[in-house]
C-alpha cells in the first residue's frame, strides 16, 4: 500500500481521481435497523415503520430506510484501502460540500459503497481532502441512492 505523508500536497495530488475505487463490503438493511433509526431519531413516518401500510400506500410497495441511516452506515461499509496518509497528529472532520438522496433504499435489500478522492489541497489548518462517496443498492450499480462529499483536514 502507498504511503503519502500528510503534508506532501503535491505528492497526495496522485490521489484524485475522476475514477472510483473498489466496492466495500455489502450490508443488508433490515426493518429492525429501520425501527432503532427511527426510534433514536424521532423521524418515524410510515414509509420507513409500517411495513403492511407501505405495501399498500408506498409507491414502493415496502418500506424504505431514512436517507440519514444510509449516511450513518457509511463508516460500516469498508472497501480495502489503496493508500495510507502518514504523519498526522489528528485528522478533523470538516463537513460536508454536498449531499444528494438520489434514490430509495429498500429494507431487505443490501448496499455498499464506493469513493474516491475528489480533491486534496493545502489550508492554513492542514491538508483538506474530499472524498466523494457514493452508496448503492445491490444489483443497481448504475444508479447511487446516496451522493456524499465529505470534507476532512489532516494536521
Excluded at 414509509?47 to 405495501?55: F, G, L
Excluded at 464506493?114 to 472524498?131: C, H, I, N, Q
Excluded at 452508496?135 to 470534507?151: K, T
Aim: contains cysteine; aromatic residues 10%.
Amino acid at each position: 500500500m502507498k504511503q503519502y505523508k500528510y503534508d506532501d500536497v503535491e505528492a497526495m495530488q496522485e490521489l484524485v481521481s475522476d475514477e472510483f475505487g473498489p466496492w466495500s463490503s455489502e450490508l443488508e438493511i433490515t426493518q429492525d435497523m429501520v425501527n432503532q433509526f427511527a426510534e433514536l431519531s424521532g423521524d418515524d413516518y410510515w414509509i420507513h415503520t409500517d411495513p403492511e401500510k407501505a405495501k399498500t400506500d408506498s409507491p414502493f410497495g415496502c418500506t424504505i430506510a431514512h436517507g440519514f441511516l444510509t449516511l450513518v452506515l457509511l463508516p460500516k461499509m469498508r472497501a480495502e484501502q489503496t493508500y495510507e496518509v502518514t504523519g498526522f497528529n489528528n485528522m478533523l472532520n470538516y463537513g460536508s460540500d454536498k449531499l444528494r438522496f438520489t434514490g430509495v433504499v429498500p429494507v431487505g435489500c443490501s448496499i455498499h459503497s464506493r469513493s474516491r478522492v475528489k480533491e486534496v489541497s493545502a489550508t492554513p489548518k492542514g491538508t483538506r481532502m474530499v472524498l466523494e462517496q457514493q452508496v448503492h443498492v445491490v444489483g443497481q450499480d448504475d444508479r447511487p441512492a446516496l451522493i456524499y462529499e465529505l470534507m476532512f483536514i489532516y494536521m
